[in-house]
Nanobody, 123 residues
Framework: QVRLVESGGGLVQAGGSLRLTCATSGRTFSSYGMGWFRQAPGKDREFVAAITMSLNAYYADSVKGRFTISRDNAKNTVYLQMNSLEPEDTAVYYC?????????????????WGQGTQVTVSS
């Protein structure tokens, strides 16, 4: 069992930055691929970024060049640095873990999820 807790969301003006943090429980964090997803009101959940056990990162086209995913295995934590935020980035952001190699962008494949953190970008 892996417990995920997101933090770092909030209200920011367009062009601003936020860093989301996902703290995980358990001693096998390094054995999981990690992903960030988001869901805006009235829209389906969408993939944002993922980082594999071997530290390979992958991004949705909509955030490429603006967001950076990273992980600290010593702290059992994954981060999402979000720069140049746009109103279209407004959503609840979720952290997820998957016990699989490779980059996985389909949310249904992930094994564990956090409760989410709200990000609101004002214009």
């Amino acid at each position: 069992q892996v417990r995920l807790v997101e933090s770092g969301g909030g209200l920011v003006q367009a062009g601003g930055s936020l860093r989301l943090t996902c703290a995980t429980s358990g001693r096998t964090f390094s054995s999981y691929g990690m992903g960030w997803f988001r869901q805006a009101p009235g829209k389906d959940r969408e993939f944002v970024a993922a980082i594999t056990m071997s530290l390979n990162a992958y991004y949705a086209d909509s955030v490429k060049g603006r967001f950076t995913i990273s992980r600290d295995n010593a702290k059992n934590t994954v981060y999402l640095q979000m720069n140049s935020l746009e109103p279209e980035d407004t959503a609840v952001y979720y952290c997820a873990a998957i016990s699989s190699y490779g980059v996985i962008t389909r949310g249904a494949d992930y094994d564990y999820w956090g409760q989410g953190t709200q990000v609101t970008v004002s214009s």
